[in-house]
């Protein structure tokens, strides 16, 4: 006959709530008594039943996790970190890709809401008034974007666009083209403010080329554009973009960074693969994913829910958190960048530059905790 809560909770001897409260809210249980309570459980084989749980407590210990695509590397390490994270805390992720697509977003979340006690939104492309219509059907927290009244976990992605021009303008670059990311993108917004602001403090000319689809593809066919603006360096949205580019520029005959010098943002694996390898802004893209567990499973934001049995979450839940958390980035100067030509124009093929590895900042910590508003 298979073991029970009772079992558990007479061999371990507590109470029957202090071992459902080891499966349900481990972190609200003594580290010694949650101990002892899960290694009785592992002894009698206990499993507890979710289904069962749920109808109890109105939790289905599921969070849904909707990304904007899921072929992009930037986002694989974040969802391993958002599910590790809720493993800790007994919950299961539910993954979800959108392709870029705002109407499948707004669809997902009208579908997971019923079958999860929360839904982490990564990069959403829907407006956010939509976004915030869509809180009061389920808790929600915002990766990748700034919502008023809604918790939301961003990269400080103005920093790192910022410190990326100051280095070109810094190796001399005055004519510096910025490739924008897709439309309705926060983060594209971001990048293209705080790049303005610096390519003017530093007297350079910033060309903003797009929106474009935040890939190689979609970096690879601006580089004739490229070319034509005689630029001598570029900031693409993303490490996608600007490999892709990096692949077509080389196609016409200009090397980087010998001609023109290339910075993306990510910091994904293939940027340290590339030749040249990459000089780009690293997010904090796992820290990010735990970081938006945490803030969906505490503050009772999803306790709320569940206390009401799983029903609708009002707006007038004054339990819910709002916190606005972002996180640092850090410019890391590989191979990619380099002086400006002495005449100032990109010029035919010439030997690589290559400055080494340097990094500025760290990424990862918490550098801003504000209510503000950015506004899609």
């Known amino acids: 006959m298979p073991a029970t809560i009772r079992d558990v909770a007479r061999a371990s001897g507590v109470h029957i709530s202090t071992v459902s409260r080891t499966f349900s809210a481990p972190h609200l249980v003594n580290p010694e008594t949650r101990g002892r309570v899960l290694a009785c459980a592992e002894e009698l084989g206990y499993r507890p039943n979710r289904a069962a749980r749920a109808l109890i407590t109105g939790r289905t210990h599921n969070i849904g996790l909707i990304i904007a695509d899921i072929a992009n590397p930037f986002f694989p390490p974040l969802i391993k970190a958002a599910e590790s994270q809720a493993r800790q805390r007994d919950y299961h992720v539910f993954v979800a890709d959108t392709n870029e697509d ?19 939104l990564c990069s959403p492309r829907m407006s956010n008034s939509l976004i915030e219509q869509l809180s ?68 350079a000319e910033l060309t903003v080329l797009g929106p474009n689809q935040p890939t190689e593809t979609g970096g690879g066919a601006l580089a004739e554009q490229v070319r034509r603006s005689e630029v001598t360096a570029v900031l693409a949205y993303n490490d996608l973009m600007a490999i892709g580019l990096i692949e077509e520029l080389d196609a016409i005959g200009l090397r980087v960074p010998r001609d023109v010098s290339v910075v993306g943002i990510d910091d994904i694996t293939l940027s340290r693969l590339t030749r040249p390898k990459l000089t780009t802004v690293a997010t904090p893209t796992a820290a990010a994913g735990r970081t938006a ?29 709002t916190a606005q958390v972002m996180l640092q980035t850090e410019l890391v100067i590989r191979d990619s960048t380099a002086a400006v ?32 508003v950015v506004a899609s």
């Open 102 to 120: 705002p109407v499948a977003e707004e669809e997902l979340v009208h579908a997971l809401a019923k079958q999860v006690d929360g839904v982490l």
């Open 341 to 372: 030509p002495a005449d100032g124009r990109p010029r035919p093929e010439a030997g690589l530059v290559t400055p080494g590895p340097h990094r500025l900042a760290g990424p990862g910590r918490p550098t801003v905790a504000t209510g503000g």
């Open 136 to 203: 009061r059907e389920v808790p929600l927290v915002v990766i990748n974007r700034q919502v008023a009244g809604l918790p939301c976990v961003t990269m400080d992605v103005g920093q790192g666009a910022r410190s990326a021009v100051e280095h070109l303008t810094g190796l001399g670059h005055r004519r510096i083209a910025l490739l924008s990311g897709p439309r309705g993108s926060w983060t594209s917004r971001e990048i293209r403010r705080a790049a303005g602001v610096a390519a003017r403090a530093g007297g």
């Open 293 to 321: 567990v945490d803030m969906l499973l505490q503050h009772d934001t999803v306790a709320a829910r569940g206390s009401r049995g799983g029903g609708r979450s009002g707006a007038s839940d004054d339990r819910r958190t």
